[in-house]
């Protein structure tokens, strides 16, 4: 039988068999709208009450906050984007929003959406360490800003970004803050209020919860025009039926996370350090970003004379996935602007690999993966006419 | 956009089997040197096209002897999956032709070349691209060979590299068919169905023309010359009251109420004014009125004095003329 081995885990992951048993019984037996009156709804509230106290403990928010269900991050990002849009900046407050060039779309094209509609917006570009300097937000910032939004860890490198420091200034400034914590939950500590975020958004698939549920934080006091309007859902804020089972999901899925946050560290993290370890002994190969400054699971390698896509179709015929940025099949041609940044030269910058690891791997699976790109690089280069010829 | 096409991703499953064959194992893989050329008795030329820097590099390798036939050629590729396919095909169709018969070869002809059935294309539209470097290289080759620039083998500018849609095509299937939409012109003649980098700045690669501009640019260029010759018909006193633009009508109408119908009714007290004029779209064109002075509440305001309007104007202009009083 061909090996199955699932190292895309910054795409999307497994969800938790305990995740999954938690979910089971509310899609049959206790199916009831948690809106209704009738025991029907009433008898789930304790379970959607404590999945959102898992979700409140797993990212340190106070009681007095918020944390409204949505359907995804891109739903929380476009939200916190578009809901400053009105609050802010369409009643004319203020007309600019920082972000940086390597947000995922879903806030980068939210953001050029509201550029049509006249918004200032500042992209900053990262530094040669694959980040953004509090002080270049400093810098940035204008009495006209309305909202700062910047991912808490990068997609593509792993790489963890200063959003304590740059929530500080934030707050200084008297400017929203907001971050795409997509990437960091279950893999680093996140705390709210240490970071001073007023707004953090977060999907439950990628910290091994389902798909199709996420989640916004938003700071006590804080107001924000809802996206979706409708019933009186989530006190108003979101609506739409809750979901019970991914709700439930979710929370378990965020207490499980923060339960393995020790073992990230501690073994994916050299399971990550292994694969490393093993590609770097061979001629060419570059790995991206300080390991000490990105999330334990992700690493983003460069091969050297072979296109990224070619690498995934040679992985993929030996079991394996993972994911390259900068595929030629992908939106545009451009070589991944992370690395572009970095200072990797655009030739280099078309060979990365991403590769994402979760708790479920092993090491067995390290090994084999070695293996398979061990001959990947071989029989790749020999094509290459750019390596070697 | 439809059912099939709302779940992303299966970008590989739309590969031809030849495809993924000639990736896996690529057969005319390798490199060809001067001393494969001398004991040939051919001209080695290696030709290079697209960059790394892209994404996209091939290099191509050919020998060629004394009555120009290509007896040897090779490959390497720095590229994905189609396009080390493609290259692996543009090899087997150059083998055993004149260099100024390879130089016909398109990517089209490449990529139907790698489909396993004549039907189904062999790669996603999104790959096409892949095949067009397989033809650039091809035409690099030649140049070199024939002492000319890659321009000399096109006739025309290209503007879809993937379909082999030429600029002036394009401008003449708009105008003949009055094509409005970036759509339509796909539908016409494929450009922009594939990678669709032609379509409008943004895409995969840049292109020098796109879709959009050319629609727009062909789309001025017959307005304005559609007023030109509006403008020398009504000068003649050819043009009818149907081909007239708004302004055009609202002063034929205007001159027709002012010489026929308003003497007739400031006779009594009255007056009117044009509000609006509307193509319905079904064929009739709606004269919008309001009546004024003694005509405004007159009982005869919406039968007799109307019908007389309508009928004054129908004879003068246009048959399809309704006038509705506001």
């Known amino acids: 039988m061909q090996k199955r081995i699932y190292l895309d885990n910054n795409a999307t992951t497994m969800v938790d068999p305990k995740v999954k048993d938690l979910m089971d019984p509310y899609f049959c037996k206790y199916y009831g709208n948690p809106n209704s009156l009738h025991k029907f709804g009433t008898e789930i509230h304790p379970a959607i009450s404590d999945a959102l106290n898992k979700l409140y403990e797993g990212i340190h928010a106070r009681n007095e906050d918020d944390i409204i269900i949505t359907s995804c991050a891109t739903e929380s990002n476009n939200w916190v984007l578009k809901g400053v849009y009105f609050d802010k900046i369409y009643t004319g407050q203020k007309n600019h929003i920082i972000t940086t060039e390597v947000e995922h779309p879903a806030v980068g094209a939210t953001c050029r959406f509201l550029e049509s509609l006249g918004v200032k917006v500042t ?34 490198t792993g790489l963890i970004f200063p959003i304590e420091e740059i929530g500080a200034i934030c707050k200084q400034a008297g400017v929203l803050f907001h971050t795409d914590a997509v990437q960091a939950i279950g893999k680093i500590p996140v705390d709210v209020v240490q970071a001073n975020v007023d707004f953090l958004s977060f999907s439950a698939h990628k910290f091994h919860g389902p798909k199709g549920i996420g989640a916004l934080y938003i700071r006590s006091g804080l107001e924000l025009t809802p996206l979706l309007h409708g019933g009186e859902h989530m006190r108003g804020r979101r609506s739409g039926t809750l979901n019970v089972p991914y709700i439930i999901g979710m929370g378990e899925a965020m207490r499980l996370a923060v339960e393995a946050l020790s073992y990230e560290q501690n073994v994916v993290s050299k399971l990550r350090d292994r694969l490393e370890d093993a590609l770097l002994k061979i001629d060419d190969v570059f ?17 050297r004379g ?14 394996i996935a993972a994911s390259t940025g900068s595929a030629c099949a992908s939106e545009d041609l451009e070589a991944n602007p992370v690395m572009v940044a970095i200072g990797a030269d655009k030739e280099l910058a078309h060979t990365a690999i991403r590769i994402s690891l979760s708790r479920f791997n092993t090491q067995e699976e390290i090994d084999y993966a070695v293996e398979v790109f061990y001959k990947a690089i071989q029989r790749l280069r020999n094509i290459s006419s750019s390596y070697g010829a | 956009m439809a059912k099939n096409d709302l779940i992303g991703g299966a970008l590989w499953d739309a590969y031809s089997k030849k495809v993924s064959e000639r990736m896996d194992n690529p057969t005319h893989l390798g490199v060809l040197t001067q001393e494969d050329a001398k004991t040939k008795n051919a001209k080695l030329i290696i030709a290079d096209y697209g960059a790394e820097a892209c994404g996209d590099a091939v ?93 000399d083998f096109e006739d025309e500018i290209i503007v879809c590299e993937c379909a082999r849609v030429s600029l002036s095509t394009i401008k003449e299937v708009i105008r003949l068919n009055d094509l409005k939409s970036v759509e339509e012109i796909t539908n016409y003649t494929k450009a922009g169905a594939f990678c669709k980098s032609c379509v409008r700045p943004g895409g995969h690669e840049k292109r020098e023309h796109y879709l959009v501009d ?20 009504s000068a003649s006193g050819e043009l009818s009251f149907k081909d007239m633009t708004m302004v055009q009508k609202v002063k034929a109408v205007d001159k027709t109420i002012d010489e026929t119908v308003r003497p007739m009714l400031m006779m009594d007290g009255g007056n ?26 007159c009982s005869s305001a919406a039968t007799g004095t109307l019908f007389a309007i309508e009928s004054v104007l129908q004879q003068n202009l246009d048959e399809n003329i309704r006038v509705m009083p506001i």
């Not at chain 1, 992209?123 to 808490?152: C, F, H, R």
């Not at chain 2, 036939?69 to 150059?94: H, N, P, Q, W, Y």
Request: proline share 3%; glycine share 6%.
């Open chain 1, 123 to 156: 992209y900053l570009p990262i530094n040669k360490d694959g980040t953004i300097s509090a002080k270049q937000v400093q810098e940035a910032i204008t009495p006209q800003t309305a909202l700062v939004s910047i991912m808490w860890a990068n997609n593509e």
């Open chain 1, 287 to 303: 790995v991206i970003g300080d390991r000490k400054h990105r999330v334990p699971n992700t690493t983003l390698v460069s091969v």
């Open chain 1, 306 to 319: 072979i296109e990224g896509e070619a690498m995934l179709w040679d992985l993929n015929k030996a079991g």
């Open chain 2, 59 to 151: 290099r191509l390798y050919w020998l060629v002897d004394d009555n120009d036939v290509i007896i040897d050629a090779r490959f390497k590729s720095f590229g994905c999956g189609t396009a080390i396919a493609s290259s692996d095909m543009m090899i087997e169709l150059c083998l055993g032709k004149k260099v100024q018969e390879a130089v016909k070869i398109t990517n089209l002809d490449v990529e139907h070349a790698l489909r396993d059935d004549p039907d189904t294309p062999a790669v996603p539209g999104q790959k096409m691209h892949c095949s067009v470097m397989a033809y650039d290289v091809i035409k690099k080759a030649a140049g070199i060979y024939l002492g000319k620039d890659i321009q």
């Open chain 2, 214 to 233: 050319i629609l727009k640019d062909v789309r001025t260029e017959m307005e304005a010359e559609k007023l030109k010759e509006n403008a020398q018909k």
């Open chain 2, 272 to 297: 009117m004014e044009i509000i609006d004029i509307k193509d319905t779209g079904d064929g009739h064109i709606d004269i919008y009125i309001r009546y004024m002075g003694a005509c405004n509440g």
